[in-house]
Nanobody
Framework: QLVESGGGLVQAGGSQRLSCAASGSIFDINTMGWYRQAPGKQRELVASIVRGGSTNYADSVKGRFTISRDNAKNTVYLQMNSLKPEDTAVYYC?????????????WGQGTQVTVSS
C-alpha cells in the first residue's frame, strides 16, 4: 500500500531522492515520514511532515535532507544532499491516518541507501 522508490549506491557528498506513494486505499493522511535502520542499530526517525506542512528532522540530517509531500498525490519525498557514509541504512516510509479516533500506521517495504566513502 506504500510504494517506495529511489535509493541505491551513491558516493559521499552526492545526492539521492526517495519517494513514497500511498495507494488509494490510504486517504486522509496525517503524518508522513521517513525512518532508517542501519545494521545493528535501532530504527530511527529521519524526518516527518504533517498535513499542514510543518516538518521535523533528526539533528544528524538537518541542513542536508529535505522532506516534502504532495497531498494530492499522497506522496512524500526525501531529498538527501551531502550524503555521508553514516547515512547508509534501509530507509522506510511511514504514514499515519486517523480513523474513529484511532491512529493507524502504514509502513513501506524499505529501500536501501548505501553511501560509499
Amino acid at each position: 500500500q506504500l510504494v517506495e522508490s529511489g535509493g541505491g549506491l551513491v558516493q559521499a557528498g552526492g545526492s539521492q531522492r526517495l519517494s513514497c506513494a500511498a495507494s488509494g486505499s490510504i486517504f486522509d493522511i496525517n503524518t508522513m515520514g521517513w525512518y532508517r535502520q542501519a545494521p545493528g542499530k535501532q530504527r530511527e526517525l529521519v524526518a516527518s511532515i504533517v498535513r499542514g506542512g510543518s516538518t521535523n528532522y533528526a539533528d544528524s540530517v538537518k541542513g542536508r535532507f529535505t522532506i516534502s509531500r504532495d497531498n494530492a498525490k499522497n506522496t512524500v519525498y526525501l531529498q538527501m544532499n551531502s550524503l555521508k557514509p553514516e547515512d547508509t541504512a534501509v530507509y522506510y516510509c511511514e504514514v499515519t491516518v486517523l480513523r474513529d479516533g484511532i491512529t493507524i500506521e502504514y509502513w513501506g517495504q524499505g529501500t536501501q541507501v548505501t553511501v560509499s566513502s
